[in-house]
């Protein structure tokens, strides 16, 4: 392969390191770079760009999830795949790991070729598409899928249903392999081998069983020397085996158990009670396949969500976009009085304040996933916030709102400017003000206040007061205190939009007044800053 992988493999446990790493240069990935930890890891992600980060989930100093989202938190990191290696059966954090935006889900333990097409997916699902410069990356994770016997190019689909575990069945008699077959005939997917040599070459494959019956007393190869041979393989170091045997001494019952057996069943063969045994243990094999494959369709679901979400985005643009074009070419006609020029030039003032929404759902997704990066600059604050304040006049015109803006900082001298991002800012606002209005009274005054200083503040006060019972939660997701058609998303997104920007959202209710005052704070610009 003319272009490898640059690849970071980051657990504590150096056998398993080393597994990984075998399994990476078997799979013609190269020798990879390995780290002990998260926080080790960092330090190496600062000092290089890798095309591929393997990581377990549990470990000291900074654990697999907190790597993953200081990564995606990172411009220079945020778009490298991610594969997290973890034994979690708690969905609520494979949940979390999803949000913060893993490439790919491993569950302990796998192989060599389940590995592979843990990459391929991986690499066929980065968050952003690779640079024309990286197309020698997209290359090598084609070559991978090759080298594990996949098409490449190949989609590979979770499967809704795993097919039954295999299961080797290996003795030098042909009568007791018949025998053992026969019991689990229909059951399990059975493969069999007469010998030592061919039970090894299965068991270190890139599809090994998922459990072996293992005969002791064998010509040539023995099964201990199967098993001290499997346990130096990484597609064969944690098959599980049960040894059949007619030795019944403890020795014999030790040294197969310091080689990993997992049962020891003595000759001749109970088939009742041997079915049992392994029905038993089987159960355990089917609830980390299930659990693989279940954490596939998690992945893919949420993947799924994002493309229809992203598709409604842009389908959302081009009709809106087109209306936005009609309308402007209307309002810029001659023939209209200024009545409908006025309500033209609002159509258009709405239509763009759609498409900020469009636009602004990308970016609270990012910010609730951890995976919003700011880009600050300078802020005319005054500005939009008269632009806003004007929008919600003419939007609650029918309640007959005096709806004020008013600065504190002396004439003559320059607006104080924020730093921020500024779509970000104005739905920030826009959200509080069209807040403060729905829960105004009819003919009732909201103002807005922007005060000079480091941070910067806007009071924005109205009317009424937040109902006590949710007060505790006026800033939650989907809490809201019973206005018709409210969604609960308002003061919840706001608090998002200035926390992503290092800036709060708090209130204060004045019972006595009945009014209800919105505090904003927010970075100022270097000509607020005070001296």
Not at 348 to 362: G, H
Not at 386 to 404: D, N, P, S
Request: with cysteine.
């Amino acid at each position: 392969m003319a272009q490898v992988l640059k690849v970071l493999v980051v657990d504590d446990v150096e056998t398993m390191r080393k597994v990984t790493a075998g399994q990476l240069a078997a799979l013609g990935c190269g020798s990879p770079d390995v780290a002990g930890d998260g926080a080790e890891a960092w330090r190496m992600l600062e000092r290089n760009r890798y095309d591929l980060v393997i990581s377990d989930w549990n470990m000291p100093a900074m654990t697999g999830i907190a790597l993953l989202q200081l990564m995606r938190a990172s411009p220079r990191h945020a778009h490298t795949p991610f594969i997290m290696i973890t034994a979690e059966a708690e969905r609520s954090r494979i949940e979390a790991a999803i949000a913060s935006g893993v490439s790919d889900l491993l569950v302990k333990p796998y192989t060599a070729g389940r590995l592979a097409t843990s990459i391929q997916r991986a690499m066929a699902h980065q968050i952003a598409p690779p640079a024309p410069e990286h197309a020698a990356t997209a290359a090598a994770a084609a070559a991978v899928a090759e080298a594990a016997g996949q098409p490449q190019g190949a989609v590979h689909l979770p499967p809704t249903a795993p097919p039954p575990p295999t299961m080797l069945l290996v003795d030098d008699t042909a009568d007791n392999l018949h025998v053992l077959a026969n019991v689990f005939k229909g059951q399990y997917r059975i493969k069999a081998a007469h010998n030592g040599e061919k039970a090894l070459a299965l068991c270190c494959s890139d599809t090994p069983p998922d459990l072996v019956l293992l005969d002791v007393m064998m010509p040539g190869m023995d099964g201990f020397e199967v098993a001290r041979r499997m346990r130096e393989h990484p597609n064969g170091e944690s098959v599980p085996i049960i040894f059949v045997t007619a030795l019944t001494d403890d020795n014999s019952r030790l040294q197969g158990m310091e080689l990993g057996a997992v049962d020891f069943i003595t000759k001749p063969i109970d088939p009742t009670q041997l079915k049992l045994r392994v029905d038993n243990f089987m159960r355990y094999v089917e609830l980390r396949r299930q659990l693989q494959a279940d954490y596939d369709n998690m992945l893919a679901m949420a993947r799924l969500r994002d493309d229809v979400e992203a598709m409604t985005r842009h389908d959302l643009k081009g009709p809106l976009a087109g209306a936005i074009g009609i309308v402007q070419a209307l309002a810029d006609a001659g023939d209209l009085d200024r009545r409908q020029a006025e309500q033209l030039r609002l159509a258009e003032q709405a239509m763009l304040q759609v498409i900020d929404m469009v636009n602004l759902s990308t970016e609270l997704y990012k910010i609730e996933t951890g995976k919003y990066v700011l880009h600050a600059a300078p802020l005319a604050i005054s500005d939009m916030l008269r632009r806003v304040v004007e929008t919600a006049r003419a939007f609650y015109a029918g309640k007959q709102l005096v709806i004020a803006v008013d600065t504190d900082f002396d004439v003559g001298t320059d607006p104080p400017t924020g730093l921020g991002d500024a779509m970000l800012t104005y739905s920030l606002l826009n959200n509080l003000i069209k807040n403060a209005c729905e829960a105004s009274p009819e003919r009732g005054r909201v103002s807005a206040t922007l005060y000079a200083g480091s941070p910067l503040r806007i009071e924005i006060v109205n009317k009424g007061v937040i109902p006590a019972a949710i007060r505790p939660r006026f800033f939650d997701k989907f809490v809201t205190g019973g206005k018709a058609g409210g969604t609960g998303l308002g003061t919840y997104s706001a608090r998002l939009l200035a926390r992503a920007q290092h800036g709060e959202v708090a209130f204060a209710v004045n019972d006595e007044a009945h009014t209800t005052t919105l505090i904003v704070t927010l970075p100022a610009g270097p000509s607020a800053a005070l001296p």
